[in-house]
């Protein structure tokens, strides 16, 4: 079964960081492309981040490029986000998902019905 586990949220104050990691559980990461998300309650789900499995093209939403970074290591089964220059409004449950391919469209990325989704993780940019 493809479980992405997700961890590393916290509470930080703005400008802090955070490193969110994605570890894979029962299944290979390397065949998959994983996508970051996140969701405030009442709101859209949005699509953060996105790294493809095949030559580790990266895709991010315009709201947090130049701050945020994905990267794989398929050694440990990971994937991690670097989280810098947070703002307040970074808060909000951030899951990952294995993903076919990125879905990603300029600075859009989707999550698909056929994703497999972790619990998530809370992350809280406040003083």
């Known amino acids: 079964q493809v479980q992405p586990v997700e961890s590393g949220g916290g509470l930080v104050q703005p400008g802090g960081s955070l490193r969110l990691s994605c570890a894979a559980s029962g299944f290979t990461l390397d065949y998959y492309a994983i996508g970051w998300f996140r969701q405030v309650p009442g709101k859209e789900r949005e699509g953060v981040s996105c790294?493809?499995?095949?030559?580790?093209?990266?895709y991010y939403a315009d709201s947090v490029k130049g701050r945020f970074t994905i990267s794989r290591d398929n050694a440990k089964n990971t994937v991690y986000l670097q989280m810098n220059s947070l703002k307040p409004e970074d808060t909000a449950v951030y899951y990952c998902a294995a993903q076919a391919q990125c879905y990603c469209s300029g600075y859009v990325c989707y999550d698909t019905p056929g994703d497999s989704w972790g619990q998530g993780t809370q992350v809280t940019v406040s003083s």
């Open positions: 790294i493809s499995s095949s030559d580790g093209s990266t």
